[in-house]
């Protein structure tokens, strides 16, 4: 049956989801609750305002993430920095510029604390209006007990209400991401396994089984996780989670390469088989009930297997006729090595995520700290490692909490010098409506000023229209307040800005008699806070995350090149370590944060560069190869002559300068990585070494076997640039 024109060109009806509704309608609940006891119950107007904003900001304006029992939880735990704010506010009010050097140094403190994980980014809006309300005239320290009284009030209303009123069900953590990545690895690397013991897998199983692995590792992509969900905090089990989605996203490329250079080799296959055993203990260990998994049998075996690879591999060589499929013994081995040290990696992160006991740092001191370092420091001194690392301008915490601060710093000094009456709109404002880039606010900033404009002549109208009847305002708070947090969500700004106003008109027209100029006074305070919130955003880094995205991953990719570079010389004995590699280390921190930003923003489809998540998929690959070899060759034995090192070194220089010129043309804006001729002869030089022969049968061969490991991480390193591209111009 064809649809008519008409009725296919009909725009489809936008329906707030249910879990929107529900919050409305809790905070409607405990914001009217707190504000009708205090207002008319006690006549006690200052606790009844204190009571309603506490539950709107906490509510409305803070991201309050998780279970029922959680969601309460973090509301009663903000209790002490409420009520600290609340004092703040109300003791620096006795001058204008007082109240605004707290602004800013409240403005700060909050936003830069988001440093310290999702948490904290979500409650950032909600504290600074905790400090914005009280911290404007009249000037009344008689009033704290009253206002802190109201707070107190509105927030145990609002924990009671997610507790009663359509509590939320726990939403899927990332553990539970985690573990059906590790059991879709599992999976593949027992059709690894088979493929190594000489037994074919059923037709089509192989590309089914990695497809799924490639989705389930796909949704590990912080992109791909709402953001109160992402393990992102500075504590031990939030980073070795982190560790975790790392070390499988490093395993699942080494279990394909098992199945694409699969021949019989029954030491491969029975490692292999240990990795699947091993990622599916760390499945099982992900869950907090879960059993926390052990290392001891994958240690065991490769262990065994690194001592006896060398010496099957030369018994194959000699036993096998001259070509390729003999050379490929080799690689085959390493892959295999390096999937269980991914796995041992995902597990021993596992352990660090349940606070199970882990052995001594094994990284020789000269190369410390180790990967899992923060499994050995105490929670205050990894905070405190946190904040202290991202106080410096490179970073997205910083640059937008200094943005943050000033804005409301100058908005705080505008309100007061031109005595603008509700004055705290105006920082309520460029809270709400400033972001991260100059852009986004200015895409912002147009719905939000016709909303309001729309709600203010609503108000007015309904001000001449009713009168001083405060029994109307009364009876109409609660509905306009939540059709007001329920059309904000679903319909956009202009809609949420537009019902907000009329919502504060019917509370302070409840509270002292009001005209019609209480609209004029609201578009007023609010162009005057979203000016401020555009012009912040001109001045203090306007391009957001974009503006340093490229030059941040260009000196990751640098910082890479170094890396490489001193892991090779280490690995072969030609040279000391100096720290490139925990510079890398954290690098790869700071660019996964501007990362994350710039994917938050809008962009310029045209000018959007390159493959910016491989460029740091590269960085990250680096630093997580370099780290099993590192644990697992002893300095100085990855050649087995001096002759074999200046090769391998050579061979990490070329690596080494195909990642700086990578890195040139991303600050250049050229193309560069796969087409590049010297990457290509890297490549085959690469590709020429691991095709050599096999070692000598009746020699030790561990450590020709060694370079060849070195080999096979320089090849992929080559790999992960060729995914890097930046696309062709398009004409404006």
Same mark, same amino acid.
């Given at each position: 049956?064809?649809?008519? +024109?008409?009725?296919?060109?009909?725009?489809?009806?936008?329906?707030?989801?249910?879990?929107?509704?529900?919050? $409305?309608?809790?905070?409607?609940?405990?914001?009217?609750?707190?504000?009708?006891?205090?207002?008319?119950?006690?006549?006690?107007?200052? *606790?009844?305002?204190?009571?309603?904003?506490?539950?709107?900001?906490?509510?409305?304006?803070?991201?309050?993430?998780?279970?029922?029992?959680?969601?309460?939880?973090?509301?009663?735990?903000?209790?002490?920095?409420?009520?600290?704010?609340?004092?703040?506010?109300?003791?620096?009010?006795?001058?204008?510029?007082?109240?605004?050097?707290?602004?800013?140094?409240?403005?700060?403190?909050?936003?830069?604390?988001?440093?310290?994980?999702?948490?904290?980014?979500?409650?950032?809006?909600?504290?600074?209006?905790?400090?914005?309300?009280?911290?404007?005239?009249?000037?009344?320290?008689?009033?704290?007990?009253?206002?802190?009284?109201?707070?107190?009030?509105?927030?145990?209303?609002?924990?009671?209400?997610?507790?009663?009123? @359509?509590?939320?069900?726990?939403?899927?953590?990332?553990?539970?991401?985690? *573990?059906?990545?590790?059991?879709?690895?599992?999976?593949?690397?027992?059709?690894?396994?088979?493929?190594?013991?000489?037994?074919?897998?059923?037709?089509?199983?192989?590309?089914?089984? $990695?497809?799924?692995?490639?989705?389930?590792?796909?949704?590990?992509?912080?992109?791909?996780?709402?953001?109160?969900?992402?393990?992102?905090?500075?504590?031990?089990?939030?980073?070795?989670?982190?560790?975790?989605?790392?070390?499988?996203?490093?395993?699942?490329?080494?279990?394909?390469?098992?199945?694409?250079?699969?021949?019989?080799?029954? =030491?491969?296959?029975?490692?292999?088989?240990?990795?699947?055993?091993?990622?599916?203990?760390?499945?099982?260990?992900?869950?907090?009930?879960?059993?926390?998994?052990?290392?001891?049998?994958?240690?065991?075996?490769?262990?065994?297997?690194?001592?006896?690879?060398?010496?099957?591999?030369?018994?194959?060589?000699?036993?096998?006729?001259?070509?390729?499929?003999?050379?490929?013994?080799?690689?085959?081995?390493?892959?295999?090595?390096?999937?269980?040290? =991914?796995?041992?990696?995902?597990?021993?992160?596992?352990?660090?995520?349940?606070?199970?006991?882990?052995?001594?740092?094994?990284?020789?001191?000269?190369?410390?700290?180790?990967?899992?370092?923060?499994?050995?420091?105490?929670?205050?001194?990894?905070?405190? !490692?946190?904040?202290?690392?991202?106080?410096?301008?490179?970073?997205?915490?910083?640059?937008?909490?200094?943005?943050?601060?000033?804005?409301? =710093?100058?908005?705080?000094?505008?309100?007061?010098?031109?005595?603008?009456?509700?004055?705290?709109?105006?920082?309520?404002?460029?809270?709400?409506?400033?972001?991260?880039?100059?852009?986004?606010?200015?895409?912002?900033?147009?719905?939000?000023?016709?909303?309001?404009?729309?709600?203010?002549? $609503?108000?007015?109208?309904?001000?001449?229209?009713?009168?001083?009847?405060?029994?109307?305002?009364?009876?109409?708070?609660?509905?306009?307040?939540?059709?007001?947090?329920?059309?904000?969500?679903?319909?956009?700004?202009?809609?949420?800005?537009?019902?907000?106003?009329?919502?504060?008109?019917?509370?302070?027209?409840?509270?002292?008699?009001?005209?019609?100029?209480?609209?004029?006074?609201?578009?007023?305070?609010?162009?005057?806070?979203?000016?401020?919130?555009?012009?912040?955003?001109?001045?203090? @880094?306007?391009?957001?995350?974009?503006?340093?995205?490229?030059?941040?991953?260009?000196?990751?990719?640098?910082?890479?090149?170094?890396?490489?570079?001193?892991?090779?010389?280490?690995?072969?004995?030609?040279?000391?370590?100096?720290?490139?590699?925990?510079?890398?280390?954290?690098?790869?921190?700071?660019?996964?944060?501007?990362?994350?930003?710039?994917?938050?923003?809008?962009?310029?489809?045209?000018?959007?560069?390159?493959?910016?998540?491989?460029?740091?998929?590269?960085?990250?690959?680096?630093?997580?190869?370099?780290? +099993?070899?590192?644990?697992?060759?002893?300095?100085?034995?990855?050649?087995?002559?001096?002759?074999?090192? !200046?090769?391998?070194?050579?061979?990490?220089?070329?690596?080494?300068?195909?990642?700086?010129?990578?890195?040139?043309?991303?600050?250049?804006?050229?193309?560069?990585?796969?087409?590049?001729?010297?990457?290509?002869?890297?490549?085959?030089?690469?590709? $020429?070494?691991?095709?050599?022969?096999?070692?000598?049968?009746?020699?030790?061969?561990?450590?020709?076997?060694?370079?060849?490991?070195?080999?096979? @991480?320089?090849?992929?390193?080559?790999?992960?640039?060729?995914?890097?591209?930046?696309?062709?111009?398009?004409?404006?």
């Amino acid at each position: 049956m064809r649809r008519s +024109p008409g009725r296919a060109e009909r725009p489809r009806r936008v329906r707030p989801a249910p879990a929107v509704v529900h919050r $409305a309608v809790r905070v409607t609940a405990a914001a009217c609750a707190g504000f009708y006891a205090f207002r008319y119950g006690l006549d006690r107007p200052a *606790s009844a305002t204190y009571a309603l904003f506490a539950a709107v900001a906490l509510g409305v304006l803070a991201r309050v993430e998780g279970s029922a029992r959680t969601r309460a939880r973090t509301i009663l735990w903000t209790l002490p920095a409420a009520w600290a704010l609340v004092c703040l506010g109300t003791v620096l009010a006795v001058h204008s510029w007082a109240a605004a050097l707290g602004m800013v140094g409240v403005g700060f403190a909050v936003s830069y604390g988001s440093v310290g994980g999702p948490r904290m980014v979500g409650l950032a809006n909600g504290l600074q209006l905790l400090y914005i309300l009280p911290c404007f005239p009249p000037y009344s320290p008689e009033d704290l007990p009253q206002r802190l009284l109201g707070v107190t009030a509105g927030l145990l209303l609002l924990a009671a209400a997610e507790l009663l009123l @359509w509590p939320e069900p726990a939403p899927p953590d990332y553990r539970g991401r985690l *573990s059906r990545a590790a059991l879709a690895l599992a999976e593949l690397a027992d059709l690894a396994a088979d493929a190594c013991a000489g037994r074919a897998a059923a037709p089509g199983a192989v590309t089914s089984a $990695a497809d799924r692995a490639r989705a389930r590792l796909d949704e590990l992509r912080f992109s791909r996780v709402p953001v109160m969900e992402r393990p992102a905090g500075a504590g031990a089990v939030d980073r070795a989670l982190t560790h975790c989605a790392a070390a499988l996203r490093y395993t699942g490329p080494q279990v394909l390469r098992i199945l694409r250079l699969a021949r019989p080799y029954p =030491g491969a296959a029975q490692l292999t088989a240990v990795t699947a055993q091993a990622l599916r203990a760390a499945a099982a260990g992900l869950p907090r009930a879960g059993p926390v998994p052990d290392t001891g049998v994958l240690d065991r075996e490769l262990a065994t297997f690194d001592t006896a690879r060398a010496f099957d591999t030369a018994r194959a060589a000699d036993a096998a006729p001259p070509g390729r499929s003999g050379r490929l013994r080799p690689a085959l081995g390493t892959a295999a090595l390096d999937s269980a040290e =991914g796995a041992r990696f995902v597990v021993r992160a596992v352990r660090v995520g349940r606070h199970a006991a882990l052995p001594p740092d094994e990284t020789p001191p000269d190369q410390r700290p180790g990967p899992f370092w923060y499994a050995y420091d105490p929670a205050p001194l990894l905070w405190w !490692r946190r904040f202290r690392a991202n106080l410096t301008p490179r970073s997205v915490a910083f640059r937008n909490a200094l943005r943050t601060a000033g804005a409301l =710093g100058a908005a705080r000094l505008l309100a007061g010098g031109l005595d603008l009456s509700h004055g705290f709109w105006v920082l309520l404002a460029t809270l709400t409506l400033m972001r991260t880039s100059a852009a986004d606010t200015r895409t912002t900033l147009r719905p939000a000023l016709v909303g309001t404009a729309l709600g203010a002549a $609503a108000t007015a109208a309904v001000l001449l229209a009713v009168g001083e009847h405060p029994l109307v305002y009364a009876l109409a708070l609660p509905p306009v307040m939540l059709i007001a947090f329920t059309a904000g969500p679903a319909l956009g700004p202009a809609w949420g800005q537009g019902l907000f106003t009329l919502v504060v008109a019917l509370v302070f027209t409840q509270l002292a008699p009001a005209s019609w100029r209480l609209a004029e006074a609201r578009v007023v305070n609010v162009a005057a806070g979203a000016a401020i919130g555009l012009l912040a955003g001109l001045c203090a @880094w306007p391009r957001g995350g974009a503006q340093d995205l490229r030059r941040r991953t260009a000196g990751l990719l640098e910082e890479s090149a170094d890396a490489v570079r001193e892991t090779v010389a280490v690995l072969t004995g030609t040279g000391r370590p100096g720290g490139a590699l925990r510079r890398a280390r954290n690098s790869t921190l700071l660019t996964e944060a501007m990362y994350a930003q710039y994917r938050c923003e809008r962009h310029d489809p045209a000018g959007d560069g390159p493959n910016w998540q491989a460029a740091v998929l590269a960085g990250q690959h680096a630093v997580r190869g370099a780290e +099993p070899l590192l644990a697992r060759i002893p300095p100085g034995t990855a050649a087995p002559h001096r002759g074999g090192a !200046r090769v391998l070194l050579g061979h990490a220089d070329e690596v080494a300068a195909a990642f700086r010129r990578q890195a040139a043309a991303l600050r250049a804006r050229e193309p560069a990585g796969a087409a590049h001729p010297a990457v290509a002869r890297a490549r085959a030089a690469l590709v $020429a070494e691991l095709d050599g022969p096999p070692p000598a049968p009746g020699t030790d061969g561990r450590v020709p076997l060694h370079a060849v490991d070195v080999a096979v @991480w320089l090849a992929g390193l080559l790999d992960d640039l060729q995914q890097i591209h930046e696309p062709a111009r398009q004409p404006r």
